[in-house]
């Protein structure tokens, strides 16, 4: 059984950082790809980013370019993110998901099937 622990979610002020992390486990990770979902309050669930199983190539919304960085550690079987530079619009539940092909595809939600149970994080002063 696939399962996804994600962690180090919390409140941060405007400008704060945060990094979280997924701890996968039932399932050898390194030969997946990993993501990184947000669902803010009356939106639908966005890719914030996607990292390849062997953490060669990666992926980002827009709206997270250049302040957020997702990594991987695939004999610790964790996939990363460092948020920088949080602003207000950054808060939501955030989820990891893992795809069960081997193939690296776009940063959707649809593409993912295996979720976590999700960690919030506030961005607010």
């Known amino acids: 059984q696939w399962q996804l622990v994600e962690s180090g979610g919390g409140l941060v002020q405007p400008g704060g950082s945060l990094r979280l992390s997924c701890a996968a486990s039932g399932f050898s990770s390194g030969y997946h790809s990993l993501g990184w979902f947000r669902q803010a309050p009356g939106k639908e669930r966005e890719g914030v980013s996607c990292?390849?199983?062997?953490?060669?190539?990666?992926n980002y919304a827009d709206s997270v370019k250049g302040r957020f960085t997702i990594s991987r550690d695939n004999a610790k079987n964790t996939v990363y993110l460092q948020m920088n530079n949080l602003k207000p619009e950054d808060t939501a539940v955030y989820y990891c998901?893992?795809?069960?092909?081997?193939?690296?595809?776009?940063?959707?939600?649809?593409?993912?099937?295996?979720w976590g149970q999700g960690t919030q994080v506030t961005v607010s002063s």
């Open positions: 998901a893992a795809d069960s092909t081997r193939v690296f595809r776009l940063c959707l939600a649809g593409l993912y099937d295996s």
């Open positions: 990292i390849s199983s062997s953490g060669d190539r990666t």
